[in-house]
């Protein structure tokens, strides 16, 4: 069997291709996977360092902002809708793929459509509660949509072939245990909370966790683990502005990436974080309690749809980002301390939430549509 994946621009849409791929394998050891994604992207540097065949095609996408400089772009990006699927479909015809995945991103929109113009059986995968517009577009026509919740259907085509797969989550995530993790990090019986704004940081999530921890530097009541990110260097200088001397402070744990997330998860009482599909999907399997603070700049704000999935499930809660202060955040957090049994009911509402087989739903469907066009 050959398949062919396209998807990129962010690891939202590059890892749940790879996880697929990689279960894929397992399954199948003869399988033959290739990997289309776009030049320059993250894509062109973590396929092949997963193991898998890459072939780079040039696209980029349209800027929604008028300005002179994104009227320029965009008048590329319109080339590059031509050439893109030129390229494309040379490599189909090449590789000549028995099924084609595509997981969003811009990449995904010329590669998927040009297989099913070919007649390939298509899947494609969408991560978020509210669909990216490439996937709106190739829902239509695919072979089957697979959805992460169920939220994401009712804004694509009635044509659309849905199946609830979940998104893949990762096995150290699925298999971290709380007792085990929190001795591994060296905890003590407090309540640990986690908080990070991704692999870049977010600033406003850094100023606010900034006063949460001084506040818990001042009364020991929690442990703290905080990532700040790549462009949150600063942060450090903040918080001694603040009178935090961390070298003082053991439970506050401070750290410009935070490299053993799957302990870290497993071991929190409370996390605080962005709303990207993947990092509720792994909220949801863990049974976290959360507050979270969507980013307002996405795509058709689709965080905020994301966090809303699980807030009216009683699985989460939200502050905005316009509505984010220290003040605000140390509010929020100390309500939910002194109230265990919410902690508790919004941990296990989340958790009733997860799909932590999603690689074998995605699989199955994977068989099934091959053996329809049979």
């Not at 704004?197 to 442990?223: C, P, T, V």
């Not at 990207?276 to 689709?302: D, F, M, R, W, Y």
């Amino acid at each position: 069997m050959k398949v062919l994946f396209a998807g990129g621009g962010t690891a939202g849409h590059i890892n749940p291709a790879l996880a697929v791929a990689g279960f894929l394998r397992a399954k199948e050891p003869d399988v033959r996977i290739l990997y289309i994604g776009a030049r320059g992207g993250m894509e062109e540097r973590l396929v092949p360092a997963a193991g898998f065949d890459f072939q780079g095609i040039t696209v980029s996408g349209f800027q929604r902002r008028i300005s002179w400089k994104n009227v320029k772009r965009n008048a590329a990006a319109a080339v590059h809708v031509f050439t893109a699927s030129r390229e494309a479909r040379r490599l189909i015809r090449s590789f000549e793929p028995d099924l084609c995945i595509g997981t969003g991103g811009y990449v995904a929109g010329p590669v998927i459509r040009e297989a099913i113009k070919l007649g390939i059986p298509s899947l494609i995968h969408e991560q978020n509660a509210f669909p990216g517009v490439t996937n709106k577009m190739l829902s239509k026509n695919a072979d089957r949509t697979l959805l992460a919740v169920p939220d994401a259907q009712k804004y694509l085509s009635p044509s659309a072939r849905c199946v609830i797969t979940g998104n893949p989550v990762r096995r150290e995530v699925l298999h971290a245990g709380r007792d085990e993790a929190r001795k591994k990090l060296a905890l003590d019986e407090r309540p640990l909370i986690l908080s990070f704004g991704g692999s870049l940081g977010a600033r406003k999530i850094n100023e606010a966790a900034a006063d949460l921890l001084a506040e818990s530097a001042k009364n020991g009541r929690f442990q703290h683990i905080h990532g700040y990110g790549k462009w949150g260097k600063w942060f450090p200088g903040l918080l001694r502005e603040k009178g935090v001397n961390l070298s003082e402070h053991r439970e506050l744990d401070v750290r410009e990436y935070i490299d053993n997330m799957p302990d870290c998860l497993a071991a929190a009482d409370l996390v605080i974080c962005r709303a990207g599909a993947i990092t509720l999907s792994e909220l949801q399997a863990q049974g976290k309690a959360s507050i979270l603070i969507p980013s307002p700049n996405v795509a058709e704000n689709h965080q905020y749809r994301n966090a809303m999935s699980l807030v009216n499930r009683g699985a989460a809660e939200i502050i905005e980002e316009k509505d984010l202060t220290g003040h605000r955040l140390c509010e929020k957090v100390a309500g939910l301390f002194a109230r265990p049994e919410k902690l508790r009911e919004l941990g296990e509402n989340a958790r009733k939430m997860a799909i932590v087989d999603a690689n074998e739903r995605i699989y199955r469907v994977i068989r099934e549509v091959l053996d329809e066009r049979r």
